[in-house]
């Protein structure tokens, strides 16, 4: 069973470009949810797709942008990119959605740096 | 709404001392509760939950976690602690029923040392 995997491991860019971060769900799980973690702050949600549609989202503007694939691989998109944005991005995997939880497993992140 | 707060941003304990990482939760409904671990430079690895079963709850590496609910408390324990547990660790809530998307609101994170 293949775990989350996330691509690239480390990223540099420039204030003002466009980012696209990538997200490969564990095997069989159709929900992802995408997080934010700042240097030495806990994760932050950013927003959830479910079976390709966003299913929740966190207080971020809409310059953070997201996609679920019909293998139920995600992107995340950044525009317009900022300093503050400069962080650890974590994705998380899941089986099902809505009222109940289900267990959330998490890629090892892509780290963002912003210049 | 939901929140955590972790008290202490770093604990530092001696090799084979209690491990005690405290947290205190908000929320609106009931919650489930989880704590989380994260090594240098990886993502978070689950350490044990609470989803409205025992209210004593054991996880994985020696951990354990009571939920009490009069205290609005989930804190975490290890009664002797190793090197090896040396690392970040995150307490994390989510509303159970509603509409929660999955949504994990979690704490600032406390940094655990251990002195040999």
């Known amino acids: 069973e293949t775990g989350v995997t996330q691509s690239p491991t480390h990223l540099i860019k420039t204030r003002g470009q466009q980012v696209t971060l990538r997200c490969s769900s564990q095997?069989?799980?159709?929900?992802v949810s995408w997080y934010q973690q700042a240097l030495g702050q806990g994760p932050q949600f950013i927003f959830q797709?479910?079976?390709?549609?966003?299913?929740g989202r966190g207080n971020f503007p809409p310059r953070f942008s997201g996609l679920q694939f019909p293998n139920y691989s995600s992107e995340l998109n950044v525009n317009a990119l900022e300093l503050d944005d400069s962080a650890l991005y974590l994705c998380?995997?899941?089986?099902?959605?809505?009222?109940?939880?289900?267990?959330?497993?998490f890629g090892p992140g892509t780290r963002l740096t912003v210049l | 709404a939901q929140s955590v707060t972790q008290l202490g941003s770093h604990v530092s304990v001696s090799e084979g001392a209690l491990v005690l990482l405290r947290c205190n939760y908000s929320?609106?409904?009931?919650?489930?509760l989880f704590w989380y671990v994260q090594y240098p430079n990886q993502g978070l690895q689950l350490l044990l939950k609470?989803?409205?079963?025992?209210?004593l709850v054991k996880g994985i590496n020696g951990f354990e976690a009571e939920f009490k609910k009069s205290e609005t408390s989930f804190h975490l324990t290890k009664p002797s602690a190793h090197m090896s547990d040396a690392a970040e660790y995150f307490c994390?809530?989510?509303?159970?029923?509603?509409?929660?998307?999955?949504?994990?609101?979690f704490g600032q994170g406390t940094i655990l040392t251990v002195h040999p």
């Open positions: 994390a809530v989510v509303e159970a029923g509603g509409t929660s998307y999955g949504k994990l609101t």
């Open positions: 998380a995997s899941s089986l099902g959605s809505g009222a109940s939880y289900n267990e959330q497993f």
């Open positions: 095997s069989g799980h159709n929900t």
């Open positions: 797709y479910y079976r390709e549609e966003e299913n």
């Open positions: 609470y989803t409205s079963a025992a209210t």
């Open positions: 929320s609106s409904v009931p919650p489930y």
